[in-house]
């Protein structure tokens, strides 16, 4: 699972709820980009990704062509999540248990949160206590807002309770903690209401380890827990509209997901495939050699010439590059770079790194940013390990092997229409 939820972070940037993808509406308004199937994906969907990904600080300040090129790449993930989307739906995903288990789950939690949001906001602060506050703050405002946010959280934990309390008996609740002892069944009803509900022992959903310690009053809480989320779930209100909006954005979360994981067990079925891949791709074992390192950078040749003749009698490498060095962070920590990986500098650097002994300080090298004179601390050879050290790399390494081709099959499968001017080539590159 933990190798999905990487992959689906990697696909999109972003969290999957804060789009609005496959919501069809009946007024003309909607900007649509590019249709998938019977989804429609709008110019705002690629803004609300836009601003929720990494770009978004830096996007104004890029050229035309960069911005085109991030665009046009968020495009393609979109398409991408819409046809695991509708594949899912296909191979009826949104039928299995496990799905409607989640889907319950969640749906419940939503109307709870919803419920309890609504408490929160019948909490006013009475206009007497506010000049109080007002007056014993004496112009502090920061003091002001704590105390205002104070007394409406200590409201609203009691209009919460009596809320519940009030649920509780509307329904007529009966709870039998008595029951609750080691070896309980799993169908023994700890709690009813005269309305039909019950909640079982197994509902509580304990692991093994918890009923072998069976710590009473830790279950008594997860027992209240449940009831109190199954409760308001019962009396709160909902709309048919309301109930499709939860569907549909649990379904844009959760069934590419599940999809991407019944994938995962047919690309990796066992250790042994996992190996064989591991054989037949041995990079993925290699860990990168390391190296602590310090330099000094200056303007000119003759420069770096002066600074190696000073080294060479005697005088300290960091105090050389701390007066010297025209790299300002470099210069700030007297030249020390810390540990890096190989392949991390520049081609020139890398080139002499390779045949530098420790405690050796390289001649000259020049490139683009100066002339350096680089030091050879310390060397962390390069490794090969083991496959139990790095199964999930190589599990992971798998799905990104598979997964663009099994992308391609599925924007081939399903029709994917380009509504807009927007260079289906360019998108797909």
Same mark, same amino acid.
């Given at each position: ?13 972003? /969290? ?39 770009? &978004? ?24 999540? /819409?046809?695991?989307?509708?594949? &899912?739906?296909? !191979? ?47 112009? /502090? ?64 959903? !304990? ?64 250790? &042994? ?37 000073? !080294? ?97 099959? !599925? ?19």
């Amino acid at each position: 699972m933990k190798n999905i939820v990487l992959y689906l972070l990697c696909l999109l940037s972003i /969290n999957v709820s804060q789009m609005v993808m496959a919501d069809k509406k009946a007024d003309n308004t909607r900007d649509v980009v590019v249709k998938v199937g019977d989804n429609e994906i709008t110019s705002d969907d690629v803004e609300r990704v836009l601003i929720s990904s990494p770009f &978004a600080d830096n996007f104004a300040v890029m050229d035309e062509k960069a911005q085109a090129g991030i665009r046009g790449n968020i495009l393609l993930r979109l398409i991408n999540l /819409n046809v695991l989307l509708l594949e &899912a739906k296909a !191979l009826k995903l949104d039928q299995q248990s496990e799905f409607l288990i989640d889907l319950n789950r969640h749906r419940q939690s939503i109307v709870y949160k919803q419920h309890m949001d609504e408490l929160r906001q019948r909490v006013e602060v009475p206009r007497a206590v506010v000049d109080d506050l007002v007056r014993r703050m004496q112009g /502090n405002t920061e003091a002001l807002e704590a105390a205002i946010a104070q007394y409406k959280v200590k409201y609203y934990k009691q209009e919460k309770q009596n809320n519940l309390a009030a649920i509780k008996q509307q329904l007529g609740l009966e709870v039998f903690t008595d029951k609750l002892t080691k070896g309980i069944h799993e169908d023994e009803v700890l709690a009813k209401t005269h309305d039909g509900y019950t909640l079982k022992f197994q509902d509580l959903n !304990l692991s093994n380890d918890d009923k072998e310690w069976f710590y009473k009053p830790d279950i008594i809480k997860r027992l209240f827990d449940h009831l109190e989320i199954d409760l308001i779930n019962r009396v709160a209100l909902q709309s048919e509209q309301q109930r499709l909006e939860i569907l549909r954005a649990f379904e844009r979360d959760r069934l590419p997901a599940l999809l991407l994981m019944m994938k995962e067990r047919e690309w990796v079925p066992d250790s &042994a495939s996992a190996k064989q891949y591991l054989a037949e791709h041995p990079k993925i074992a290699y860990q990168l050699e390391q190296r602590l390192l310090a330099q000094i950078v200056v303007a000119s040749e003759g420069a770096a010439l002066q600074v190696l003749n000073r !080294l060479n009698s005697g005088i300290s490498f960091f105090e050389l590059a701390r007066q010297f060095s025209i790299d300002r962070v470099g210069r700030k920590n007297a030249g020390q770079l810390g540990w890096l990986k190989e392949g991390t500098g520049m081609p020139e650097i890398e080139a002499v790194l390779k045949r530098l002994q420790i405690g050796q300080v390289s001649n000259i090298i020049k490139t683009d940013s100066g002339y350096h004179l680089v030091y050879l601390m310390d060397r962390k050879p390069g490794i090969y390990k083991r496959y139990e050290e790095i199964a999930d790399q190589v599990q992971q390494a798998i799905i990104q092997d598979k997964m663009p081709k099994y992308l391609s099959k !599925l924007r081939k499968k399903y029709p994917i229409t380009f509504v807009q001017t927007v260079s289906e080539k360019k998108v797909y590159q």
